[in-house]
């Protein structure tokens, strides 16, 4: 991803490197996950201004691959805190983005058929998300440090968190649900961790995120035990099958968690520990933490919003409500 020297509101993104539409989203998608903001708080921040910046209509724009409108953008840039320069910047971006759609070649590679059967057009707008695709498949063999780590954990001997000290091991010891389980953020106990699509690195993408619990299934969740106190969070698909989450590394995904359809190909990027959160409870019971495993024992799955649609991704563990979570029978 295209970024610039100098830092500020638009945190060293570079709007001019995109392209097209695809792009131009992304990198809002990048904006919005760089400021720490809710959409909550982005409406909020906007109303101050005395503008309107509807959160409803903001996560729609973050979900689609169409271009947004010039007055909306601005609006957003503004409540992320970017300065009126860099404003400019990213309007002038969506202004030789619409022009060359216009002339006709504005279509990203991807653009294929529309939902409806029809030919995308040569406009600005591409098409909304498609159907879910199958749980992403991969078989890849554990690399040098993968494996090593891999061996430590399989002999007992515990790695360490960020902070210098060994993650808890009282997860091992907390009674927890058997078979289906629902996994309910504490913040927004009447959401549900399950499976929603993101644009990342110009497709669709099926990721852990929140939706409302009457909509989250499928696919059934469970917590499988994986030995030393670790677990895997599996999700069973009527249509796409069976699929572990797994931390995504590569450039433009990281911290996203992703369903594989190998459970043991990610290897200790597929593992967590399912840690009490500070005796905290909710109204649903003992709230937990989801560490990460092996490497990224230093975080654990966050969800930085409250409302539906928010994207799961691993941060540093900070004890923050936003990292623990309710789970219960399904």
Known sequence: ?????????????????????????????????????????????????????????????????????????????????????????????????????????????DAGPRPDGGEASGGAAVPDAPRRSPYRSRRVLLGGAAALVALLLAVGIPLLAGDGTAPPQAAAKAP????????????????????????????????????????????QTHLTAAGAGRHRIQWTHRDHGKGCLVLLRESGLEGLLEPWDDCRAGGPAQLFRVEPADGRTGAGGTAYRLRLSGEGAERCVTLGDDEPGATALARPCTGKDDQKFLIGPG
């Open 1 to 109: 991803m295209a970024r610039m020297r100098s830092t500020g509101g638009s945190g060293g993104l570079c709007p001019a490197a995109a392209g097209d539409a695809v792009a131009l989203v992304e990198l809002m998608q990048q904006l919005k996950e760089q400021s720490g903001l809710t959409y909550r708080q982005l409406e909020r921040r906007a109303a101050e201004r005395g503008e309107v910046l509807a959160r409803s209509t903001l996560a729609d724009v973050l979900r689609r691959r169409t271009l947004p409108r010039a007055e909306l953008l601005a609006v957003f840039l503004r409540a992320c805190g970017c300065a009126e320069d860099e404003v400019g910047a990213w309007l002038a971006a969506r202004q030789v983005i619409e022009e060359r759609a216009a002339a006709g070649a504005g279509e990203p590679p």
């Open 176 to 219: 927890l649900p058997t078979g289906e389980v629902r996994i309910r953020p504490l913040r927004a106990p009447g959401l549900c961790l399950t499976d929603g699509r993101v644009l990342r690195v110009r497709r669709y993408r099926t990721v852990a995120m929140q939706r409302p619990c009457a909509e989250a299934v499928p696919p």
